[in-house]
């Protein structure tokens, strides 16, 4: 079966980076498109950015210009680079992925603590 392992998350100030990473293991499988969404606490969640298998990006009015979502797919991972982070950043971060495996299937990451903060 197909897993979504995430890591990266942490601790960071106002105005620095971070760099999530989330790879695909298993067998037999086929990646389409991959994203990262965000859940802050009381919050419903959002989509922060996808890439499609052909490279196309899509990105939250909130964080454009700041994030940049990238993938490896000889790795079967996808990234997103986070600058400039705000306090407003603050969210569990999941990572979620279309997979063809027995059939074309949706998967979710565990999610990953990132806290901007003083």
């Known amino acids: 079966q197909v897993q979504l392992v995430e890591s990266g998350g942490g601790l960071v100030q106002p105005g620095g980076s971070l760099r999530l990473s989330c790879a695909a293991s298993g067998s037999s499988f086929s990646i389409y498109d991959m994203a990262w969404y965000r859940q802050a606490p009381g919050k419903q969640r959002d989509l922060v950015a996808r890439i499609i298998s052909a490279g196309t990006t899509n990105y939250a009015d909130s964080v454009k210009g700041r994030f940049t979502i990238s993938r490896d797919n000889a790795k079967n991972t996808v990234y997103l680079q986070m600058n400039s982070l705000k306090p407003e950043d603050t969210a569990v971060y999941y990572c979620?992925?279309?997979?063809?495996?027995?059939?074309?299937?949706?998967?979710w990451g565990q999610g990953t603590q990132v806290t901007v903060s003083s």
């Open positions: 979620n992925a279309n997979i063809r495996v027995f059939g074309l299937r949706n998967f």
